[in-house]
């Protein structure tokens, strides 16, 4: 089965860039969708289709996706930024749902 | 806006079924290209995706679960259903409904919205 990758956290100060990554093989080919989960709360989508923002999201969040690795970038990012970010993508070979293990983002 | 809401019993005992139901408002569950899933999340862990299924009847499950799990759809009731048998304590989360978005090919899925989650522990 597919398999995602992600760093277990990523430490930022305010005003600086955050970029958690995803991989997976040939993950390039994949379209990449990344998701929100703030403590208590369910996880809201971020960004899909690998760079598209759904409405109301911040333009401050972004995404990119090339060859073995996907990534979410936030930039100027905000205390209200921590949580986990969590990268999703859809195995067709096998019609299956597949989460990469969760990054915790910590505002320093 | 389409909304949804789940709902069950909070406590299972070893061995037996949990089940679970998935309420959507704002909109037709028939409506559009969409998948409707559960994804379920032990505390302190990840997502897990459990599985999936379409207004059809047509359904996939994760291979880990496939043997236990069963998700089925009632569309007069704008409902959809999810039964794990022979719970263990390893089957304690917290478990979502979300809608798949559908676009295209198989290889551009994605949930949203999510239910607001509800907790399930299995014990005696």
């Known amino acids: 089965s597919y398999v995602l990758t992600q760093p277990p956290s990523v430490s930022v100060a305010p005003g600086q860039t955050a970029r958690i990554t995803c991989g997976g093989n040939?993950?390039?080919?994949?379209?990449v969708h990344w998701y929100q989960q703030k403590p208590g709360q369910a996880p809201v989508l971020v960004v899909y289709?690998?760079?598209d923002r759904p409405s109301g999201i911040p333009e401050r969040f972004s995404g990119s996706n090339s060859g073995n690795t996907a990534t979410l970038t936030i930039s100027r990012v905000e205390a209200g930024d921590e949580a986990d970010y969590y990268c999703?993508?859809?195995?067709?070979?096998?019609?299956?749902?597949?989460f990469g293990g969760g990054t915790k983002l910590t505002v320093l | 806006q389409v909304q949804l809401q789940e709902s069950g019993p909070g406590l299972v005992k070893p061995s037996q079924t949990l089940s679970l139901t998935c309420t959507v408002s704002?909109?037709?569950?028939?409506?559009?290209?969409?998948?409707w899933s559960w994804i379920r999340q032990p505390a302190g862990k990840g997502l897990e995706w459990i599985g999936r299924?379409?207004?059809?009847?047509?359904?996939n499950y994760n291979p880990s679960l496939k043997s236990r799990v069963t998700i089925s759809v009632d569309t007069s009731k704008n409902q959809f259903s999810l039964k794990l048998s022979s719970v263990t304590a390893a089957d304690t989360a917290v478990y979502y409904c979300?809608?798949?978005?559908?676009?295209?090919?198989?290889?551009?899925?994605?949930?949203?919205?999510w239910g607001q989650g509800t907790l399930v522990t299995v014990s005696s």
């Open positions: 979300a809608r798949v978005v559908v676009v295209g090919s198989l290889s551009r899925l994605w949930f949203d919205p």
């Open positions: 704002g909109g037709s569950i028939n409506s559009g290209s969409y998948y």
């Open positions: 299924i379409y207004t059809s009847g047509s359904t």
């Open positions: 040939n993950i390039g080919s994949k379209s």
């Open positions: 289709d690998d760079s």
């Open positions: 999703q993508v859809w195995d067709s070979s096998s019609d299956l749902g597949v």
